[in-house]
């Protein structure tokens, strides 16, 4: 059988699809890595239309914001400090993972901060006043009282059904063994948790476990009426990885037995892009509005000496999250370094597809997969393929995106080079 007649089920989807009536703009590209030496990134989309950036820096001694009109353009914004370490007591001692949310028309930094000369890390709340939190008045409003007073740290809030909930990482008195814990509490105020907090995810997973038993770095995601949290695990060197829990938005989000856990990494190391260790995401929106971006930290290599936290080269990095048909989140692989081509939209059979690819010049779109040394002789199953409109333009044919190949081991491939993951169609 053909290449073509085993992809015909492809083009009939194509011959589903409008046709475009007036020109698109060019495919949205991010190149990474976004910001080098910028670890546990949060990139918020406010509705100013900026995007705010904040993440770890290799001293552990400040907070520092960034805000751009697009994604990339965080890549060089100017960088503003809006709290430093302190001299003594809380805040002397480590300065980790600051997130940046919008409430009730005052801006909130959640941020794990640490005591000199001690291992005391606690989850602490700043509040800024103002519309731009570069700018902002900020003042230090407490730290997050929990159930306990231990190790605790990545605090994130979100809010469902009504209720704003905070969800964060902390070591439970009574697994001493294991290093920390998801906790999930419902809130009073943007810095006070309500009664008690439950235990939704705890590392008893294999690949949770590896050099240190970890679940941390929580993110939040509500689509197709779920709510999902994504989370890091293991060491934080190329062991580090992602894992995923779910809840319906209409359950209990107090109760353990809401959440289910997958079973194995969202998101890992690939040798083949050359991307180790990714972790401690967040999530934020495309500028067309369309798409929703992953945001993550990683590094190029993958031995690194000493101890990890003492390599300054995590760096942040971002890719469009994709949606599988079951309605749950398809993180496929950290892409490689470079351009990415978000989006390649392709023109209905009959029409020429380079022509109507709105992808990078050097881009030719062929089947391939991840074994394949040209020519798309792979079979690939008909449900890898997720029919997407266009990235930068809503009006476009068809978006092929990253594709997950289940246990099969193929991907779906951008181009000639089957190191780069990305998407690909035949038009006919």
């Avoid at 008690?196 to 008893?204: E, G, H, K, Q, Y």
């Avoid at 989000?253 to 190391?269: G, R």
């Avoid at 390599?311 to 370094?337: C, E, I, M, S």
Wanted: net charge positive; proline share 5%.
């Amino acid at each position: 059988m053909s290449w073509k007649a085993k992809f015909a089920p492809v083009a009939a989807l194509l011959l589903l699809a409008p046709s475009p009536t007036t020109a698109s703009p060019a495919a949205i590209t991010y190149t990474n890595p976004l910001v080098n030496q910028r670890a546990d990134p949060h990139i918020t989309k406010h509705t100013d239309g900026w995007y705010y950036f904040t993440a770890t820096v290799p001293e552990f001694d400040k907070i520092i914001l960034r805000r751009a009109q697009t994604i990339q353009g965080l890549s060089t914004a100017a960088e503003t400090t809006i709290w430093k370490r302190k001299s003594s007591g809380v805040g002397s001692g480590q300065v980790w993972a600051p997130e940046l949310h919008f409430i009730d028309g005052k801006w909130y930094i959640y941020v794990a901060l640490g005591v000199s000369g001690q291992w005391k890390i606690r989850a602490f709340v700043l509040e800024g006043t103002g519309a731009n939190p570069l700018t902002a008045s900020w003042t230090e409003k407490s730290l997050i009282k929990t159930n306990w007073d231990t190790f605790s740290l990545d605090a994130t809030t979100f809010l469902a059904n009504g209720t704003r909930y905070l969800v964060w990482a902390q070591q439970e008195p009574s697994r001493t063994d294991e290093n920390s814990s998801l906790m999930l509490a419902a809130m009073v105020n943007p810095w006070t948790i309500k009664g008690t907090a439950v235990a939704i995810s705890r590392p008893t997973l294999a690949w949770e476990r590896i050099g240190y038993k970890v679940n941390e770095g929580p993110a939040v995601i509500q689509r197709n009426g779920r709510i999902f949290i994504s989370y890091s695990a293991s060491a934080t060197d190329y062991n580090y990885c992602m894992g995923l829990l779910t809840a319906s938005a209409s359950s209990d989000l107090t109760n353990p037995a809401s959440w289910s856990k997958a079973s194995s990494p969202v998101f890992a190391s690939n040798a083949d892009t050359k991307q180790y260790g990714p972790g401690h995401n967040s999530f934020t929106m495309s500028e067309d509005g369309q798409s929703d971006v992953l945001v993550y930290h990683d590094r190029g290599y993958r031995d690194i000496k000493g101890d990890p936290l003492n390599d300054p080269n995590r760096r942040t990095r971002v890719q469009k999250l994709n949606w599988k048909a079951d309605g749950t989140p398809d993180f496929g692989v950290p892409v490689a370094d470079g351009a990415t081509v978000v989006s390649c939209v392709i023109g209905r059979r009959g029409h020429s597809s380079s022509s109507r690819c709105r992808c990078s010049s050097r881009v030719q779109v062929q089947f391939e997969t991840k074994t394949a040394t040209g020519g798309g002789e792979g079979v690939v199953a008909d449900d890898t393929f997720f029919r997407h409109v266009g990235l930068a333009d809503s009006s476009a044919d068809v978006s092929f995106e990253v594709c997950g190949g289940g246990t099969s081991g193929q991907y779906l491939v951008l181009g000639g080079d089957v190191r780069t993951w990305g998407c690909r169609a035949w038009t006919g």
